[in-house]
């Protein structure tokens, strides 16, 4: 779950990491009061849950309340595009106002959760080249981001830190306040589950403070079930509507950009079908998985979330049918398509207890079901029915 930039600041002052001053708006008329609240200049920023937003306009300095309000006019409704949004772009529906910094130099920092060690650890990664061209960077030029794993029991030392400090050029009075930093953004990542925190840029100001001007926060899903107080900060509008349908359906659902749905039982043998409608020579249009129940509710509920991805055009489903009878499944899945009128073409392959029984029903359903025996073949059967 991912968290908007001023939830995310609001969490690292908590824990003690240096943010600017500031508050999120709603309405152009809110900014301006906030700005009068705050001395000086301010800089006005869209709050999306993607990146980018400077060079796409979604970033915006003003030296007195009145340009704040301005500012907050222009930036608020707008639908931001920027390279993490896709095409279609974000509404903006709040803007975070807040103290200006002079920077005199923009560093990078994160700390993600490396699984391809082997051994899951987080590991820390820094740059003295931070700020909006950081991808670039990481393209062109990655020796000049550092990378440090911490070890899971030994946890983090100020060793590491040193280390980074050195690495990334910093005098011994920002050494100092790096050092702080880093131990509380690894406290925060462990007590809140996080997977990703990144601060870019971590700013060095003119003053010589180290100062968190940006920050994206996201969360392990699987530990929100720890941290209510994480969960009401979820902000249903930036999440897709279909995976919020799923999510509130106790669907497994994750949409991807083919246009062959698929409903299968099993993580598994869906991450297997997915594979398989590739091999076929064709794009899944998601990951599902109805879980072990199947009933005819759940399989409603599935199916109404494939088709109203206006992508789908065929739909793909595997089920295998142990304890839940190939026949219950069949008397499902008419049941559901049947009342809801599915216009869409229906690959099944089933397989398990029951299942001739289970196909017989469907091809005697008079509903646009395309019965196949084996995996390979139902895939292919799916892909040639695109068209
Ligand atoms: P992003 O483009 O979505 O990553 O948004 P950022 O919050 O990182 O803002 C983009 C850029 O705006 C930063 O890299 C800074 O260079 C600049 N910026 C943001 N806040 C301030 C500020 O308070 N003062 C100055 N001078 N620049 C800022
Ligand atoms: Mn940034």
């Avoid at 009075?173 to 880093?182: G, L, S």
């Amino acid at each position: 779950m991912k968290i908007h930039e001023y939830q995310a600041k609001a969490l690292l002052r908590y824990y003690g990491v240096p943010a600017p001053r500031g508050e999120a708006a709603a309405t152009p008329e809110e900014a301006r009061r906030i700005a009068g609240e705050l001395s000086g200049q301010v800089v006005v920023k869209a709050q999306i849950h993607a990146g980018g937003r400077g060079k796409g306009g979604g970033v915006k300095p003003a030296a007195t309340p009145e340009e704040a309000e301005e500012a907050a006019r222009s930036i608020l409704g707008m639908r931001l595009v920027t390279h993490q949004t896709g095409p279609e772009g974000k509404r903006v529906h709040r803007v975070l106002v807040e103290e200006a910094s002079t920077i005199r130099k923009e560093l990078y920092l994160s700390l993600v959760v490396d699984r391809s060690r082997g051994k899951e650890c987080v590991v820390l990664m820094a740059s003295e080249a931070g700020g909006m061209e950081i991808e670039q960077v990481a393209a062109t030029a990655p020796e000049r981001i550092v990378r440090c794993a911490v070890h899971p029991a030994a946890g983090f030392s100020p060793f590491q830190a040193r280390k980074l400090s050195v690495a990334l050029g910093l005098a011994a009075v920002q050494a100092k306040q790096f050092a702080e930093i880093v131990r509380n953004l690894y406290r925060l990542f462990l007590e809140k589950d996080c997977s990703l925190i990144e601060i870019n840029p971590l700013a060095i100001t003119e003053k010589g403070q180290l100062l968190a001007l940006d920050t994206k926060i996201t969360f392990d899903d699987d530990g929100l079930y720890r941290h209510p107080e994480i969960r009401e900060l979820r902000d249903p509008e930036e999440e897709d509507p279909l995976e919020v349908a799923a999510k509130n359906a106790a669907v497994n659902y994750i949409k991807l950009d083919g246009n062959v749905g698929c409903m299968v039982n099993g993580a598994g043998l869906a991450m297997t079908t997915m594979d398989l409608i590739k091999m076929a020579g064709g794009e899944p249009a998601n990951f599902l998985d109805v879980g072990g129940g199947a009933s005819s509710e759940q399989i409603e509920k599935a199916f109404r979330i494939l088709s109203a991805d206006p992508k789908v055009k065929c739909i793909l489903i595997n089920i295998f049918g142990g304890i839940l009878r190939c026949d219950r499944v069949s008397s499902g899945l008419i049941q559901a398509a049947g009342k809801m009128e599915m216009k869409l073409p229906m690959v099944v392959r089933l397989q398990g207890t029951n299942v001739e029984e289970g196909r017989r029903m469907l091809q005697e359903s008079n509903l646009r079901f395309t019965v196949a025996d084996g995996l390979y073949e139902a895939a292919q059967k799916a892909v040639s029915l695109i068209g």
